[in-house]
């Protein structure tokens, strides 16, 4: 990656194992530009790169950050929060992407590839046990099964218990059951055409992730009206991991597909196909109001009884075919052309409170989105020092939906369709000062297609004119050097991008009673900073890393944006809405940084060597709020890891490791929400706290065979 003129953070398999990377939340550990926002479950969680990305609740939009694996884009964002499995390596490219891949992305691209089949037989298996009772299985075996062709197969299992304590019916959620199987194929089918087959399954069931009160007023009642004691037994806090809830979180969710990559050498011209085909299948149900107070027989007098509940199932089939021509290097220039298909097609139904007078829903819909896109980039090398890319892409999109209300009789159907065609670019230039220094820069145009608000209240106006699309101009500039004999490695980016109708969303309680969450289009949007890279070799057995970030991601203009609650007018808030200039965007730290310290050695004549790891990443404080909410800031904090243990020297047969996550037992929360909305405008501030947040031990034992 050291010779490309972009932005891209390169983690290997090695890598990922010495740290314990065990899903892909725990990449913000690598990537200071990389964050996560969770919320209180997989869809409405997700990706930021350069404080850039998409948090929605519909089922119409796409991602910010493109998440891809193997060749494969996820479609919902939900399907980015997985378990890292038997991966190869994971790069993670920063700022619009639009000429590399047949996926286009307006912030980034987060790259994931599995270890393919290999041409000797070999195995694995690797258990772990933490303290917080996780018990996880990993195993692996590949091998040949003839000449020409390969094999690979890897399956997994863990199950951890709940953390977070539910004290109306004596039982911890936020545990977690996942399971799956991938099988790989690699057929050498003759001397030009190589053709690699992928088949995958996974399933995952959890009860998170529950809110907790961070701060609540005593005599806070569900719409200021309900009577009941919401947290009894409670102590609100920033360290509170109790709560109280009839109707627990309960989550699910499958996914299952295929692919087939054919390679193919026509003279040198290497021409590749890739046909994927994917399902995801995703249920969530929660308790709307938070609280174990008996609200529907309040408003029933007694005839119905318990909280309020949500229900929802999301059924997502995505099929894409994409086409690459990749030139041989000729004296001064080679390029590559492509050509993309996809086709998306989103279920969803949703139930919420049915016949009752205060945020009511019930309605299913059916979204889906249709893209064709012709790609390239043609590289023209001056010198052999120096050369300037240029990349073209056309994007055509179709989008329709199909919508149905049955909250209220006679049912309500809505429908619509639109389309959208952008042209996109980029154009860099690089130098090589020497072998070891690569001067850059660059820019680059991306884009994210115009979508659907689907949810509760969508109607004919909304079906008629869908959410623009969003656009980004970036601008950078970096240094990417390996230095001192290759031990040291360093690379430097600063850069500036500027977004243009940014779909965010916002939530409402209308006066009605009516809970109402829409997208806009943010007018204005700018992000620029600085982002840098090290890594050094000392001696044979101590390696340092220390990556950084500054970013300073703003609101330039969004005007007509939600009020936060008990926003006073003398704070900018009238009828309801609010004009932010220079406000900072949710889950953007401005400065965030990680250490890594790896040391290896011999342990004398034993028949294996010892090694110790320890990270630590910290970041500044950040609002998880668009809205500028003052009572949902976070301050900053850091997290650090340690792990040590034991390799068999000779052939790798074994390694033992143990291994302590959040060292210092720092407290820190993945999400604060403000609920005055639903409480009549009482104080009513809740945690969402990830598994990390608490310090957790355990041992993980790896046999190679």
């Known amino acids: 990656m050291q010779d490309i003129p972009l932005a891209v953070s390169a983690i290997s398999a090695e890598t990922i194992a010495k740290l314990g990377i065990v899903d892909t939340t725990e990449l913000v550990r690598l990537a200071p530009s990389l964050t996560v926002a969770q919320g209180d479950n997989k869809q409405n969680s997700s ?68 270890k393919a089949p290999t041409e000797t037989f070999e195995g694995s298996v690797e258990l772990t046990a933490t303290d917080d009772e996780e018990y996880k299985v990993l195993a692996a075996i590949s091998g040949p ?43 050498s089918a003759s001397e030009t055409v190589e053709a690699d087959f992928s088949a995958y399954w996974s399933k995952e ?10 701060d609540l007023d005593p005599d806070a009642k569900v719409f200021g009206i309900v009577p009941g004691e919401i947290a009894e037994g409670i102590t609100p806090s920033d360290e509170n991991y109790d709560f109280r809830s009839e109707d627990g979180p309960v989550d699910s969710s499958e996914n299952s597909g295929a692919n087939v990559r054919v390679n193919i050498d026509l003279s040198d011209f290497i021409l590749t196909s890739i046909t994927a085909y994917d399902n995801w299948e995703y249920a969530n149900d929660g308790d709307v109001d938070f609280s174990n107070v008996d609200v529907f027989g309040f408003f029933t007098g007694g005839a119905v009884q318990g909280g309020f509940f949500s229900e929802s199932d999301t059924e997502t089939d995505f099929i894409s075919q994409e086409f690459r021509l990749q030139s041989p290097s000729f004296d001064n220039y080679d390029y590559l ?63 329709s939906v199909d919508y149905l209300d049955q909250i209220n009789s006679p049912d309500q159907t809505v429908s619509g369709d639109d389309s959208d065609s952008e042209v996109l670019g980029s154009l860099s230039l690089q130098h090589f000062s020497s072998d070891e220094v690569m001067f850059y820069a660059r820019y680059a145009q991306g884009y994210k297609g115009q979508a659907y608000d689907i949810t509760s209240g969508f109607t004919q106006v909304k079906a008629d004119n869908p959410v623009a699309p969003e656009t980004s101009d970036s601008y950078e500039i970096g240094v990417k050097s390996t230095l001192w004999d290759q031990r040291l490695l360093l690379n430097a980016t600063a850069f500036y991008t500027k977004y243009e109708d940014y779909q965010a969303q916002s939530t409402a309680v209308t006066p009605d009673g009516e809970l109402v969450v829409n997208i806009n289009n943010v007018g204005e949007l700018e992000t620029q900073g600085i982002e840098l890279e090290s890594k050094v070799l000392l001696g044979d057995s101590l390696t340092l890393a220390f990556n950084t970030s500054y970013i300073d991601a703003v609101v330039k203009s969004f005007e ?96 033992v490791t143990l291994f302590v996550n959040n060292l210092t037992d720092e407290n820190y929360r993945s999400g604060i929400g403000d609920l005055r909305q639903l409480y009549g405008g009482a104080t009513s501030l809740t945690n969402i706290f990830g598994r990390g947040s608490q310090r957790y031990a355990g041992v993980r034992l790896k046999f190679n065979f």
């Open 560 to 655: 007509g944006a939600n009020c936060f609650p008990g926003q006073t007018e003398a704070q900018g808030c009238s009828g309801g809405t609010q004009d932010i200039v220079d406000g900072e965007l949710p889950n953007a730290p401005e400065w965030k940084y990680s250490i890594i310290a790896d040391y290896s050695n011999d342990l004398g004549d034993m028949s294996f060597y010892g090694f110790i790891n320890f990270s630590y990443t910290w970041q500044d404080d950040l609002n998880f709020s668009l809205n500028q909410n003052p009572l949902t800031k976070h301050d900053s904090y850091g997290v650090a890891n340690l792990n040590l243990g034991i390799n068999e020297k000779a052939s790798d047969r074994y390694r």
């Open 205 to 214: 069931e959890t009860t998170c992730c529950a809110l907790t009160w961070l």
């Open 47 to 114: 990706f930021r790169l350069r404080g850039i990305g998409t948090d929605v609740f519909s089922i119409g939009v796409e991602q910010s950050v493109a998440f891809i694996v193997d060749d494969v884009a996820a479609v919902q964002a939900g399907q980015a929060i997985s378990n890292l499995v038997d991966i190869e390596r994971i790069e993670i490219l920063r700022g619009p992407q639009s000429t590399l891949f047949g996926k286009s992305a307006s912030a980034g691209v987060v790259n994931i590839v599995t």
């Open 337 to 399: 052309i492509g050509a993309y298909y996809a086709k998306a097609e989103t279920d969803r139904s949703f139930l919420r409170n049915p016949g009752l007078p205060i945020i009511p829903s019930d309605w299913s819909g059916v979204s889906e989105t249709e893209s064709y896109a012709l790609f390239g980039q043609f590289t023209w090398r001056f010198t052999e020092a120096t050369s300037v890319t240029g990349g073209l892409r056309f994007n055509n999109e179709n989008i």
């Open 145 to 187: 099964v003839s000449d020409n062709l390969g094999y690979r197969l890897t399956g997994h299992w863990s199950d951890r218990e709940g953390y977070i304590n539910n004290l109306s019916i004596g039982e911890d959620v936020n545990d977690n059951e996942s399971k799956g199987l991938r099988g790989k194929l690699q057929w």
